[in-house]
């Protein structure tokens, strides 16, 4: 299988609240060189650079007001004199209005935030958009014909909606990749996501389609981030009835609950009979994962990659969360070579 790195990751590495101080963020550098690492140390094939997309790749997932927002961000935030971490303070909520776009940078960062999660500082948009290309170039090597190819992205994506950056993320990887597959002549594809978090950005892009089916398994919203979606009843909208499946699983979950669940969202993504599956990985389901809370072993993570392949779709493994950076590398390579050696 090949890997889509690109070192530009490190141009991003925020800073988040946690227990009401400004610490680094979990969401950091060395995610991705560990998984990279392993990548390497394991064989599992070369590892290649991104091809050049641009602006225009990555709305349709998104709208054009926000991309061009994510792209100026930091020059409209910085253009007194701040050097520290764009964050949002104020969000529109019931009653208020939120068809309005401010004209000041302190309103847009919290129109178009869901969170305060996702910092932008001086270099992050470089970060974001070559992120975005990773999972693009990986849509078009398996839309080429490969089986499968795993774009290492850093930052994630999947808490990013078509209109909102949140949760470490801007740009939604998977989804630009599965807008790209279609805009390419995919008929169907299917979103699987298996980090921990609820994809909320991912369903929101894809909500009312049909030719999109997203599925995501995670901890249960009344206890788990994002909070605020991720319930089984969230079905999708208009002629997206039916194709969007949460299944959200109790803080605690193992291997054995875990597996029950994924085989459900297997058959749905099977009976979607896609052109191309993206798999949103976040290994933050491992049971020393420090922000997660199920209870998955490494082994675990080459099963989960069986049971994908086992939908015998073309697949393009997309990097999300995963924040025990000790053991990420092993658990997300556990996946890709499960994955392959069902052959
Ligand atoms: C991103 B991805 C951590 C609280 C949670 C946001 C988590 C975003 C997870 N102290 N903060 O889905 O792995
Ligand atoms: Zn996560």
């Given amino acids: 299988m090949l890997t889509v790195f690109s070192s530009s990751h490190h141009l991003h590495h925020g800073k988040e609240l946690k227990d009401g101080a400004l610490t680094p963020s979990f969401e950091e550098p060395?995610?991705?060189?560990?998984?990279?690492?392993r990548v390497r140390a394991v064989g599992l094939g070369n590892v290649i650079a991104c091809r050049p997309f641009g602006l225009a790749h990555y709305i349709g997932a998104h709208s054009e007001r926000y991309v061009r927002f994510l792209s100026t961000a930091w020059q409209q935030w910085s253009a007194g004199g701040r050097t520290s971490d764009a964050l949002p303070l104020v969000w529109p909520v019931r009653n208020m209005r939120d068809d309005i776009e401010p004209s000041v940078i302190e309103g847009k960062l919290g129109y178009f935030s869901m969170d305060a999660g996702a910092p932008i500082t001086a270099h992050t948009w470089n970060a974001v958009a070559e992120s975005a290309n990773l999972a693009l170039t990986g849509?078009?090597?398996?839309?080429?014909?490969a089986r499968s190819a795993f774009a290492l992205c850093r930052p994630?994506?999947?808490h990013a909606g078509r209109e909102y950056m949140g949760g470490y993320c801007y740009?939604?990887?998977?989804?630009?990749?599965?807008?790209?597959?279609?805009?390419?002549?995919?008929?169907?594809?299917?979103?699987?996501d298996v980090d921990f978090h609820h994809g909320n950005g991912?369903?929101?892009?894809?909500?009312?389609?049909?030719?999109?089916?997203?599925?995501?398994?995670h901890g249960d919203p009344s206890v788990s981030y994002p909070y605020f979606s991720g319930n089984a009843d969230e079905r999708g909208s208009h002629a997206g009835t039916g194709f969007n499946l949460n299944l959200p699983l109790a803080k605690g979950?193992?291997?054995?609950?875990?597996?029950?669940?994924?085989?459900?969202?297997?058959?749905?993504?099977?009976?979607?009979?896609?052109?191309?599956?993206?798999?949103?990985?976040?290994?933050d389901t491992f049971e020393n994962d420090p922000i997660s809370?199920?209870?998955?072993?490494?082994?675990?993570?080459?099963?989960?990659?069986?049971?994908?392949?086992?939908?015998?779709?073309?697949?393009l493994f997309a990097m999300e969360g995963g924040y025990m950076v000790d053991e990420i590398g092993i658990n997300a390579v556990n996946v890709l070579q499960g994955f392959e050696a069902r052959g």
């Fill in 30 to 37: 060395g995610r991705a060189d560990t998984i990279l690492r």
């Fill in 139 to 145: 849509a078009e090597l398996v839309l080429e014909g």
């Fill in 156 to 158: 994630p994506g999947h």
């Fill in 171 to 192: 740009l939604n990887n998977a989804a630009i990749a599965a807008s790209h597959a279609i805009a390419k002549g995919a008929r169907r594809v299917a979103v699987l």
């Fill in 202 to 217: 991912t369903q929101d892009i894809f909500y009312e389609r049909p030719d999109v089916l997203t599925v995501s398994i």
């Fill in 253 to 283: 979950t193992d291997w054995a609950a875990y597996t029950q669940a994924l085989k459900l969202a297997c058959q749905a993504v099977a009976a979607h009979a896609p052109d191309l599956l993206v798999v949103s990985l976040g290994v």
């Fill in 293 to 315: 809370h199920f209870q998955l072993k490494s082994d675990d993570f080459s099963r989960l990659g069986d049971q994908i392949a086992s939908i015998r779709c073309p697949t």
